[in-house]
Structures are given as C-alpha cells and as structure tokens.
C-alpha cells in the first residue's frame, strides 16, 4: 500500500467499478435473466417472472386443456401458488370449483415451470416470497 494512504481506501475506490462491470455484464445478457428458446406447441400462454416482482402477462385466458409456460427471467427465485396454506393473505388467491390447488414450489432463475388446465373458471396466484410487494396474477380458463 501506498505511504500516506489510509487503509481500505483502495478497496473503496474500486468496489463502485466493480459494481458497474457487473452491471454491465448483466445487462449484456439481457438483465432480467437468461433467453429461452420460444414455447413449444402445445403451451398457448407464456407468462414471465421477472426481477421488478411480477408476472408478465398479468392475466392471461386460455381454454381447457391448455398449457400455461412460467419462466423466470429475474435473477432470484419466485412460485406460482393458489394455495392458501402457503400464503399470508388467503383472500388473494382461488381456484374455481372442483379444481385442485396448486403451488409450482420453488422456480429457480432460467427455470420454466409449466400447467395444464382442465377445469374452466378463474385462478388467482401469487408468488410466495414476493405475495406482499404484489407479485400476483389471473389465469382465466373457457370452456
């Protein structure tokens, strides 16, 4: 070290270029999260997770039978639940009659987590981790 200069001094002045390389090697990658290859033919919604805590479409409709895609494109782990067990505000979340709830458990960042649905109604999920900065979303399903 330097005569004359205190300790840690380097340290703090290369921390903030370390953080901007960083930043930017993120951003080259497309920040929120690694690409992924289009759906495959038999998903006909794709709903994203991203890293500003919420799903992208945020209401999606499809028709019974069909397969909804989530795929986390943040940088931090996130669910898909309608379990009410699981969650703090259980009003926040239902499924129709007759249908099971579900919760996908942990999606990891570059993870896909994939449903079908056979029973028609309305389906309100949450994120688990992320249910009180409002990271929630609507599947409605048609007969």
């Given at each position: 070290m330097a005569a004359g200069v205190p300790a840690g001094t380097c340290w703090?002045?290369?921390r903030p270029l370390l953080a901007?390389?960083?930043?930017?090697?993120?951003?080259?990658?497309?920040?929120?999260?690694?690409?992924?290859?289009?759906?495959?033919?038999?998903?006909?919604?794709v709903?994203?997770?991203?890293?500003?805590l919420s799903f992208v479409a945020a209401e999606v409709t499809i028709k019974v039978g069909d397969t909804v895609e989530w795929r986390n494109r943040s940088l931090q782990a996130h669910t898909v639940t309608t379990d009410p067990v699981q969650v703090r505000q259980p009003r926040l979340v239902s499924v129709p009659?007759?249908?099971?709830?579900f919760d996908s458990g942990p999606v990891?960042?570059?993870?896909?987590?994939?449903?079908?649905?056979?029973?028609?109604?309305?389906?309100q999920y949450?994120?688990?981790?992320?249910?009180?900065?409002?990271?929630?979303?609507?599947?409605?399903?048609?007969p």
């Open positions: 703090r002045r290369i901007a390389l960083l930043l930017t090697a993120l951003a080259a990658c497309g920040f929120d999260g690694p690409a992924y290859a289009p759906p495959p033919t038999d998903v006909a919604a709903v994203e997770m991203t890293s500003g009659e007759g249908a099971k709830v990891w960042p570059g993870e896909i987590y994939r449903r079908t649905f056979t029973v028609p109604g309305r389906y949450t994120c688990v981790p992320h249910e009180r900065f409002g990271m929630r979303g609507v599947i409605i399903v048609e």
